[in-house]
């Protein structure tokens, strides 16, 4: 892969473009591959997450005056997986990404979603050694912060959840009640399905390895259904 013809299209020029490389090596393919001595992306990941969280967080403080609870719930909008995973979507990270063959294949778009964000925090981390803090925070600002605006008009720091509740209340006034429809798998390894009402009514069902992540599942579905 052309990882010059990537930086460029980043606007970054590398002094050591391996490390842009090792950025988007995923685990599955040093294990497929072992051979080739190369290694994955999870220590620069590490590395980019922290530099992500405080330069998100600094330019939070300087340019806004709300309380600790606003400005985290904005800060978890802009850094969680899903809008991380659409940061690499937009920069075409997936095009260079390497994993092994199965992982390639694997439609499982939660998956997905998760290796495409974690290559963001890699890349942001393979910036912050080859190139410094300020070159860093500049590739955050121009690809993570320029989000921000349309987060905070479109309010979607408001998770799902709180998001139906509200609508809910003023729409029918009804509190959405969760319930848990089915749940499998051993201990180590739960699965959930729960589903969220209004009174009686079943308005729809989500799934998830806990019973949060399967209540804002069925919570994301349900504004959907609603189109609320």
Not at 186 to 197: C, L, Q, T
């Amino acid at each position: 892969m052309d990882f010059n013809k990537l930086a460029k299209q980043l606007g970054l020029k590398f002094k050591n473009i391996e490390l842009l490389n090792q950025a988007l090596i995923h685990r599955s393919y040093i294990n497929e591959h072992p051979e080739e001595n190369l290694s994955h992306n999870e220590r620069l990941e590490f590395l980019g997450d922290a530099v992500l969280e405080l330069v998100v967080t600094e330019h939070l403080f300087n340019s806004f005056d709300n309380p600790e609870g606003e400005l985290t719930n904005w800060r978890a909008a802009l850094v969680n997986t899903n809008s991380l995973a659409d940061v690499a979507e937009a920069i075409e990270l997936n095009d260079y990404i390497m994993l092994s063959k199965g992982e390639a294949q694997d439609d499982n778009t939660k998956a997905r979603s998760y290796i495409l964000a974690d290559a963001v925090e890699a890349v942001i981390g393979a910036v912050y050694l080859d190139q410094g803090f300020e070159a860093a925070k500049n590739f955050i600002h121009k690809n993570i912060i320029i989000k921000l605006p349309e987060i905070l008009e479109k309010k979607l720091y408001i998770d799902a959840k709180t998001k139906f509740q509200e609508a809910a209340q003023e729409k029918v006034a009804f509190t959405p009640v969760y319930k848990v429809e089915k749940e499998w798998g051993p201990a180590h390894a739960k699965h959930f399905e729960i589903g969220v009402y209004l009174g009686e009514e079943l308005i729809a069902t989500g799934e998830g390895t806990n019973k949060q992540e399967a209540q804002m599942a069925a919570a994301e579905k349900a504004l959907e259904i609603k189109k609320w």
